[in-house]
């Protein structure tokens, strides 16, 4: 297993927050229902930084992420990517994600799953296979490399998606509930390893979690709760 850490080929971010949400809204409507999930979210995230979020269920974490990640917009209210507006051509290099239930791809094995994310911006070669295999030896899966999803537990499914999460060298790693779908041991070792990987590489965390304990873990932890953070 190489643990070597994994550079970032990215520059440096700077000064300023990786990430800057502020003031968000966002409101659902359905029917003649209107729900006002998130009301005035502020959020900054340092380069580097780890940030957990807590908040019942429904209480628009996930909401958030989307909102953060730029696949869903607020109502209202600005979000900065590294000083930047959100743009969906640059999403997939200055941001990765992790989610409670993996989303692999059923038919293609660990490997060609990491490498999928390589594939957003540029036909993989040598230098991406290199590191996709270098990636899922750092997730402890150098011998699982040609096992498809279905071969794999739910732990090392999740280590798979934390690959595929580092593979364009992201700012910005956004987690929504990752250990929702495993057992505790096993959601600890994946809680370990994201911190331990997005510290090495200075990759921004923010992880949306249930887990008191895994939220201590992280350099700073929020709690939404009646759409504001408190
Ligand atoms: P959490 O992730 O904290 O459990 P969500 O962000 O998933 O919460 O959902 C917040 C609230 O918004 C919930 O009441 C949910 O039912 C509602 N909601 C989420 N997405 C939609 C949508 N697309 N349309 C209508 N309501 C939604
Ligand atoms: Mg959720």
Same mark, same amino acid.
């Given at each position: 297993?190489?643990?070597?850490p994994?550079?970032?080929t ?12 502020e ?5 659902y409507l359905?029917?003649?229902q209107r729900?006002e999930v998130l009301?005035d979210?502020?959020m900054?995230v340092a380069?580097g930084?780890?940030?957990?979020i807590r908040?019942?269920?429904g209480s628009g974490k996930?909401t958030?992420?989307n ?5 869903d917009?607020p109502?209202?209210?600005?979000i900065?990517w590294?000083g ?5 051509e640059?999403r997939?290099l200055f941001l990765?994600m ?5 989303y692999?791809?059923?038919?293609l094995?660990a ?6 994310a390589?594939r ?5 070669g ?6 996709a295999k270098d990636?899922?030896? @750092? &997730?402890g899966? !150098?011998?699982r490399a040609a096992?498809? /999803?279905m071969? $794999?537990s739910g732990?090392?499914?999740? @280590? &798979?998606?934390? !690959?595929r999460?580092l593979m364009?060298? /992201?700012k910005l $790693?956004?987690?929504d509930e990752p ?9 600890d070792?994946?809680?370990?390893l $994201?911190l ?23 350099n700073?932890s929020?709690f939404?709760?009646d759409?504001?953070?408190?």
């Amino acid at each position: 297993m190489n643990n070597g850490p994994i550079s970032s080929t990215f520059p440096a971010t700077g000064a300023g927050p990786v990430l800057r949400a502020e003031a968000l809204r966002k409101t659902y409507l359905s029917g003649s229902q209107r729900l006002e999930v998130l009301r005035d979210v502020t959020m900054t995230v340092a380069a580097g930084e780890s940030v957990s979020i807590r908040g019942e269920s429904g209480s628009g974490k996930s909401t958030l992420l989307n909102l953060l990640s730029g696949l869903d917009t607020p109502d209202t209210g600005t979000i900065h990517w590294a000083g930047e507006r959100p743009a969906p051509e640059r999403r997939a290099l200055f941001l990765g994600m992790v989610f409670q239930s993996f989303y692999l791809i059923p038919e293609l094995d660990a490997e060609q799953n990491v490498l999928m994310a390589a594939r957003v911006h540029r036909r993989p070669g040598t230098i991406e296979r290199a590191r996709a295999k270098d990636l899922l030896a @750092r &997730v402890g899966l !150098a011998d699982r490399a040609a096992h498809l /999803p279905m071969q $794999l537990s739910g732990g090392e499914r999740q @280590r &798979v998606a934390v !690959a595929r999460a580092l593979m364009n060298s /992201p700012k910005l $790693l956004l987690a929504d509930e990752p250990t929702g779908n495993l057992d505790e041991r096993t959601g600890d070792a994946v809680i370990e390893l $994201l911190l331990t990987l997005c510290r090495e590489t200075g990759t921004a965390l923010v992880l949306v979690t249930h887990n008191v304990a895994h939220a201590q873990k992280t350099n700073r932890s929020l709690f939404l709760h009646d759409g504001v953070f408190r």
